[in-house]
């Protein structure tokens, strides 16, 4: 258990970006919350799940929706709290803790501001290791854990609890058009876990990383050293290529945002990189050069910071890099939930590591 | 407090079809339910709304949705009283009786088929004396009743608790969305009311009076009299014509049957009625003849069956006739939720009795 430095968050908000190789939304209204409540003289703990009781009950929580609304209708923290105490009304606990479903992009965030207003500390985990379009699309609905019960908050006053789905996937139908109604945005606390199931299932460590990994950004940027340089070294990835943006094609379907984004390389070769919120896979004449569930990740080539499927645009200079993904996903069960198919690309998964 | 017998449950079918004017979905499937748990040897009972204690809670049920589902989607007995049950477990209170917010066409039966199973009876009452399209169009809205909470099932084991909602419009919008990712049909139970608020808000009688008109149309068939001259008798109505059914237009649009069915009366005058599930306006020459919250009926000029929206079609002979609306719909208050502005059409009510 340690208490989070200002510069940690700040640290996290770039490397959660990363993470959330195009979607997942910018952290940085979250970071303005954070900024925000600690200097109001809240602060946020920081606690290994291996110190959870298996008897402990976590609170798992996530803006749900098209992040794009984030910047009309602003990320306000006693939402996200708001959604665990729904939570904490429905089944008649306390929570011990609190967790990010996704530890790529905005999400990031919504356990630290839960955790400042409700006083119980930010469990060091998540359930995707990055970002992910799809209530379905996390560790637990790998294991199988049960779907509900969700609440989903408005900031009128709107309140829902789905109380039972028949399976993850009615899960995310149900709550998704929830969330459409309450304007394509909602605060969800999601199916709370027990200590013993985020041991088993949750993915462990990732706020660390995330701080990590943001930290090399900005200390690589401090020292004109190079941050992609940095991030491949923190975390043993792969640079797939640097180039320009020639052409991007977007389009907001089912409640995602869809599209792809063609590069040309400096080596004159044209690549394409399709998103579904997040990058999904990219192709070379057709033949994928790397896709999901491995993490597919856009940066700005000169700052290293990442670049979202929302703001890509023409001219940009950009290195596309490639980080691993969770063991989890790789296995068949995996793949099913989170693979290339998962996303409607009739694809086999060829990890970029093992070529 | 009394036993419905088989015939009372046949007779409601037929006079809620009625005052269902044009929506509501046939009760023809609910009487199915009802004809089969009869035969199993359950049996309901009506219970006198002054019967009830201050503090009693009722269970306030409908099916939601658009009622041609249910000729796919058969209406399952077992849902509507599950429904009750989740929101006896949300509550954490047992029910004392259970009423029907809409007396009007399928939505009678659905009371019935949860007491049948929950063994508590039936409140001889509803909240619209008739059948509306939306939530808020009742007289527990009119009294400005808490709309939530709100249970929502699907066949699949899907539940959703609306726990607060901001309005009654917001109730409706987020219950809607629910009930139609569930295909467009679900059974829902609305916000517990106490007997003080069911004997205050709730119109009395309206079980007994659909089984009475029910019987008076029954009767006069097998006396081979006029069953239409039998329902003007019953409700105090008023014929407005006679004619052929020579148009109909109709769409399913966010989740509502709309259009219109032109009739050619036998004076050789075009009426217009228009619908939104159930019949709004009458027209003749743009001008308004009747209008909700009065009831606009269209009936078989011969059997004296009521003819729903989703029915109606080319050469039908049919008498449209008014029945009079509950008090408290034509206060300004009840205007606003169900006159004809709340339907779109910019007229002001004028009562068919007055003129």
Redesign the interface.
């Known amino acids: 258990m340690r208490e989070l430095s200002a510069d940690d968050i700040e640290a996290l908000a770039v490397g959660a970006w990363i993470l959330g190789t195009g979607g997942g939304g910018s952290p940085y209204h979250g970071l303005l919350n954070m900024r925000r409540l600690y200097d109001e003289g809240l602060r946020v703990t920081l606690m290994d799940p291996q110190a959870l009781a298996d008897g402990d009950d976590v609170a798992v929580v996530s803006y749900m929706g098209a992040p794009l609304v984030t910047q009309e209708r602003l990320v306000d923290s006693r939402m996200t709290a708001r959604s665990v105490e ?1 939570m904490e009304e ?1 089944i008649g606990r306390k929570f011990r803790a609190v967790m990010a479903i996704e530890i790529g992009g905005g999400n990031a965030m919504q356990p630290l501001m839960a955790a400042a207003h409700l006083k119980i500390p930010v469990v060091d985990a998540d359930a995707m290791g990055r970002a992910y379009p799809e209530a379905q699309m996390t560790t637990f609905a790998v294991g199988d854990l049960a779907p ?1 019960p969700l ?1 989903s908050i408005d900031p ?11 399976t993850w996937k ?1 899960m995310e ?2 709550s998704r ?2 969330c ?3 304007g394509s945005i909602a605060a969800t606390c999601k199916a709370p876990r027990t200590g013993a199931e985020v041991k088993r299932w949750g993915i462990p460590y990732t706020t660390t990383k995330a701080i990590n990994l943001g930290k090399a950004v900005m200390d690589a940027n401090r020292r004109h050293e190079d941050p992609i340089a940095a991030i491949l070294k923190a975390e043993r990835g792969k640079r797939l290529l640097a180039g320009k943006v020639v052409e991007v094609e977007r389009r907001t379907t089912e409640g995602f945002l869809r599209g792809r984004a063609v590069l040309e390389s400096d080596g004159r070769e044209t690549i394409v990189l399709d998103f579904q919120n997040e990058w999904t896979v990219a192709w070379h004449d057709g033949r994928p050069l790397a896709s999901t569930p491995e993490l597919i990740c856009v940066l700005d080539s000169d700052s290293g910071e990442a670049i979202g499927t929302e703001m890509v645009r023409y001219g940009q200079r950009v290195t596309v890099i490639v980080l691993p993904s969770p063991e989890i996903f790789l296995t068949p069960r995996g793949l099913q939930n989170v693979g290339p198919r998962a996303f409607g690309h009739d694809i086999d998964f060829r990890s970029v590591f093992s070529s």
Chains 1, 2 share one sequence.
């Open positions: 729904v429905y509900a609440t009128r006053g709107n309140e829902v609890i789905v109380s039972r789905a028949a009615w139908r149900t058009k929830v459409t109604e309450f």
